[in-house]
């Protein structure tokens, strides 16, 4: 079985920074693509950064500039490093895994973790 589990969020200040984690446990051989996704009250699920397992990273164009993200494949673990933090950045922040095989000849499934709250203050 495999979990994903976030960590790093909480309250800050406009113009601060907050660093989020996230672990994949169980027997994994490979993510593809590790990325972190964010959902405010009555809004849609929307993207924020992919990292694949090769290196290339995508970003929200809101994002851009202010995130970073980053991956350790060995640990099976994503970060990312939120600078420059506003109001509208607030809500909660969930991890995904894209593209996770148990062995090289498994089929790939998509994991979710169970999402960290981030809530900037103006």
């Known amino acids: 079985q495999v979990q994903l589990v976030e960590s790093g969020g909480g309250l800050v200040q406009a113009g601060g920074s907050l660093r989020l984690s996230c672990a994949a446990s169980?027997?994994?051989?490979?993510?593809?693509?590790m990325g972190w996704y964010r959902q405010a009250p009555g809004n849609q699920r929307e993207l924020v950064a992919t990292?694949?397992?090769?290196?290339?990273?995508n970003y929200a164009d809101s994002v851009k500039g202010r995130f970073t993200i980053s991956r350790d494949n060995a640990k099976n673990m994503v970060y990312l490093q939120m600078n420059s933090l506003k109001p509208e950045d607030t809500a909660v922040y969930y991890c995904h895994a894209d593209g996770l095989r148990f062995t090289y000849y498994s089929r790939s499934y998509d994991y979710w973790g169970q999402g960290t709250q981030v809530t900037v203050s103006s």
């Open positions: 990292v694949f397992s090769g290196g290339n990273t």
């Open positions: 169980g027997s994994i051989y490979s993510i593809n693509a």
